[in-house]
């Protein structure tokens, strides 16, 4: 993103103070909590998440913000309940599969509790009754046709990995299936046409995925001011998903990045922004929310109850900078985006514009300012989605960023 500013705007009094007293180790600690085991990937509806929800409300309460919780349904949540299975033999040697490394579940699939075992065809073969059958992944949706009319076992498609070759977990995808699907890593899938050409294979493998709801539960928090009542005070909300797409059966997805890097940054900024008593602002609250993995039900669901004028900022991914933070404006945010540039260039974080497919679109779609900003999420949605590679420098970077923005903001506001 390309500033049309000159100069940043003269920052509030005693505005550099507070970004001095931004704390790495404080968010670190955070981070280091949310991924805990005992959130369990902090999935919308289970008891690892609603931890993680009482958590957060009580480390706002300690900030001194009056909190609720906010319960919203959640409906057609995927969910493993045990890990699959998939091997191919050939010739007589059998080759297994790994989870999550060479295949994954297709979120479109039906639920398969137990390996089956069947042949292998090609998806132009015209006998495809009781066989798995090998489908192109522009091609997926027509063979699941085909597969649920001729009565196949199921349907192995491609997906692709990450640049670790790690294939990240999701829980809300298109309607589902009447036969399985199973994604496979693109060499896989590369190898399995390769030795159906040559004779046949047998395909043996199961998906134990099904539909649930779930009752989510969105953080919410407001900080009184001195200037209690007073209608020309800027409405600023901070706002940070805290919900992961949960564990995987005996394996630890710990979402450290995605999102709980997102969360220790405003819980830091909004400790700072606490205690700002520039006259006359800010209105600040905080919304940490839930099920954003499932399709940003919990933005969905706040979205609406805001008064008019609220200033949206949301941070999704503050993990690892890589030479700027993505950010994205929607709603009537002209005059936001460019605070949020001048408090960029005061705190030197270079911007660029950046799709932020996050909870700040249900604000702007329901007509408020939303800027969604992001800095990197190393391990997106896998079991390396560690602690550890949660950095320190933009953990503080993203911080600092907040504080100087509503600093900003807080200081225009007319007495």
Not at 153 to 165: C, N, P, Q, S
Not at 222 to 233: L, M, T, V
Request: charged share 20%; aromatic share 4%; net charge negative.
């Amino acid at each position: 993103m390309t500033s049309t500013t000159s100069a940043a705007a003269r920052p509030a009094a005693g505005l550099g103070a507070l970004l001095e007293a931004v704390s790495a180790e404080r968010m670190q600690a955070t981070v280091h909590e949310l991924a805990g085991d005992r959130y369990a990937g902090r999935r919308v509806g289970t008891p690892g998440g609603q931890a993680a929800a009482t958590w957060l409300a009580e480390r706002l309460g300690e900030l001194g913000a009056t909190t609720e919780l906010s319960g919203f349904d959640v409906a057609n949540v995927r969910e493993l309940y045990a890990t699959p299975v998939l091997e191919w033999s050939t010739g007589g040697k059998t080759q297994r599969l790994e989870h999550r490394r060479d295949f994954v579940e297709h979120l479109a699939s039906a639920d398969l509790a137990h390996p089956h075992r069947a042949p292998l065809a090609a998806h132009s073969d015209s006998d495809l009754r009781g066989r798995w059958i090998l489908a192109e992944p522009s091609d997926w949706a027509r063979a699941c046709e085909r597969a649920e009319a001729h009565g196949a076992a199921g349907v192995l498609t491609a997906r692709a990995t990450d640049a670790e070759g790690w294939m990240p977990k999701m829980i809300a995808g298109p309607p589902t299936r009447q036969v399985p699907v199973i994604a496979l890593r693109p060499e896989v899938h590369a190898r399995l046409a390769e030795a159906l050409a040559r004779g046949p294979v047998q395909v043996t493998g199961s998906m134990p995925l099904r539909q649930t709801s779930a009752r989510g539960h969105n953080v919410h928090a407001r900080f009184p001011h001195p200037a209690e009542g007073d209608a020309g005070r800027v409405r600023v909300l901070l706002t940070a998903h805290y919900d992961g797409v949960g564990d995987d059966p005996g394996v630890r997805l710990p979402a450290a990045a995605d999102n709980a890097s997102g969360v220790a940054a405003v819980l830091e900024a909004t400790r700072i922004l606490s205690a700002l008593t520039v006259p006359a602002g800010p209105d600040l609250t905080v919304a940490f929310l839930d099920a954003e993995e499932a399709g940003a039900w919990g933005s969905a669901h706040h979205a609406p109850a805001l008064p008019p004028g609220t200033l949206v900022i949301n941070l999704d991914g503050a993990a690892r900078l890589h030479q700027a933070a993505s950010v994205e404006a929607g709603g009537p945010a002209h005059a936001l985006l460019t605070t949020l540039d001048q408090a960029a260039r005061l705190t030197g974080l270079a911007l660029r514009a950046g799709a932020m497919a996050s909870d700040n679109r249900r604000y702007a779609a329901a007509g408020l300012a939303a800027i969604g900003i992001g800095m990197g999420m190393p391990g997106y949605q896998t079991p390396v989605e560690t602690p550890d590679r949660v950095e320190p420098d933009t953990l503080v970077a993203a911080a600092r960023l907040l504080v100087a923005t509503v600093g900003l903001l807080a200081a225009r506001t007319p007495a």
